[in-house]
């Protein structure tokens, strides 16, 4: 059976791909669900390893929430970047950059939504504990341990 074909050198954040970053407006998708968009001004080579990737430092940041079909600029101005946070990094198209398909709107709208949401799925999340428990299964807030 034949390997996969080895991925192009430019799928990795290596410190030349960096380079070319610099000075560009990029989106930055963190773990934990947060995109920020900001001007990458440095990052730190010396963490630039397999396991790891490179702390970066943006500047005109903003961090944008989308929820449902609209969204929220929240400014951040200079944000660092822990590099093991990093899910995704990328060169925003300025020419693209007005054609985003959400509707912008004032920031408390997009948090009482985000809050709707949050709060139905806590409450769907008790009634699936609820049915599993009646199934005689434990969760893990029920479990006791030792």
Same mark, same amino acid.
Not at 90 to 93: A, K, L, P, Q, W
């Given at each position: 059976m034949d390997a996969p074909p080895p991925l192009p050198p430019q799928m990795f954040t290596t410190s030349a791909q960096l380079l070319d970053l610099t000075d560009k407006k990029l989106l930055v998708s963190l773990r934990d669900g947060r995109k920020f968009i900001g001007v990458l001004r440095t990052w730190d080579q010396s963490s630039l390893t397999s396991a790891t990737a490179a702390?970066?430092?943006?500047q005109n940041t903003i961090e944008r929430i989308i929820v449902d079909?609209?969204?929220c600029d929240i400014k951040r101005g200079v944000f660092i970047v822990?590099? !093991?946070n990093v899910l995704l990094l990328? !060169?925003?198209?300025l020419d693209k950059e007005d054609f985003f398909p959400y509707r912008l709107v004032p920031h408390k709208e997009v948090f009482t939504r985000q809050l709707e949401l949050q709060q139905e799925k806590k409450r769907k999340e008790k009634i699936h504990k609820k049915k599993l428990l009646q199934l005689? #299964?434990? +969760?893990? +807030?029920? #479990? +006791?341990?030792?």
């Open positions: 702390n970066l430092v943006l079909d609209m969204y822990r590099g !093991e990328g !060169e925003i198209d005689g #299964f434990e +969760t893990e +807030t029920e #479990f +006791t341990g030792l």
